[in-house]
């Protein structure tokens, strides 16, 4: 097929790899536009807009698609489909109208739950124990459009918003491919309008770590905000990121330290198995230990 790409960030670009592979044209890339970045924010383009120059693609990165001079160019590409993955802008009802089969979105949830910009955060930090990628045929809604495929998978006990992005990122991959393989063939089936949540995105306010919590929630907030923006704490004045964590067996006056990095909660306890302290690289906790001597609390 003749597809539009549009997507950004690095959770896109195997998408793009994978339509390439599987033969399809790329007509052009839609992407954000460079921003200002690093120690001289000198504009640095976007990962998909890398790996496009890379490829030696069209590459476009419109600031808006409302306009109409937009809309011409793009549908002056007379596309048989667009794939949109994290690409970050609005797509207007001329948008999604002009390819010939419309606008696919890879979404990274089993729709309608969690609808919006953190699906993968909010699902480890609700403590889901499924996921998903959905291909869904977009409309103006948001994240509302049918659901032509979906693919689940588990979510680990100890995983990441790292790790389950990789891996929704490559499953995501496969499954716009089968789509367009069988696109017409496959139902699309609506949306139920129960179960509808919405992952807002991520506030910097939600990191800082509340030890009277359970240590269920302790753990979801770690390990859902790790890496960014990175759940933290402190420990005598010094702001520590805790970035990989377990429930453990164990208990005691809420942000005490039982030993090592295993640190008590409301209820239950928590062991820490990733940190990075203030101007220090993330590392896992056996090798942290080595140069860092645990405070008696966190708070």
Partial sequence: MRVVFMGTPDFSVPALDALIKAGHEIAAVYCQPPRPAGRGKK???????????????????PT???????????????ADV?????????????????PLNGCLNIHASLLPRWR?????????????????????????????GDVLLRRATAIKAEETTAELHDRLSALGAEA???????????????????????ASKIDKTEARIDWTRPAEDVDRLIRGLSPFPGAWTQAEGERIKLLGSRVAQESGSAGHVLHDLVVACGSG??????????????MAAKEALLGFSPPSTFD
């Fill in 176 to 198: 716009i491919v089968d789509a367009l393989d069988r696109l017409h063939d496959l139902i699309p089936v609506a949306q139920s309008a129960e179960g509808v949540t919405y």
């Fill in 116 to 144: 919006g910009a953190a699906p993968i955060h909010r699902a480890i930090m609700a403590g889901d124990t499924e996921t998903g990628i959905c291909i869904m045929q977009m409309d103006e809604g948001l994240d509302t």
């Fill in 43 to 61: 504009p640095r383009p976007t990962p998909v807009h890398s790996r496009a120059v890379e490829l030696g693609l069209d590459v476009r990165h």
């Fill in 82 to 98: 667009a794939v949109v993955v994290a690409y970050g802008l609005i797509l207007p009802k001329e948008v999604l109208d002009a």
């Fill in 269 to 282: 306890a928590i062991e820490v198995t990733r940190l990075q302290r203030e101007g220090k690289r993330p």
């Fill in 64 to 78: 808006s698609l409302r306009n109409e001079a937009a809309q011409i160019e793009f549908a002056a590409l007379n």
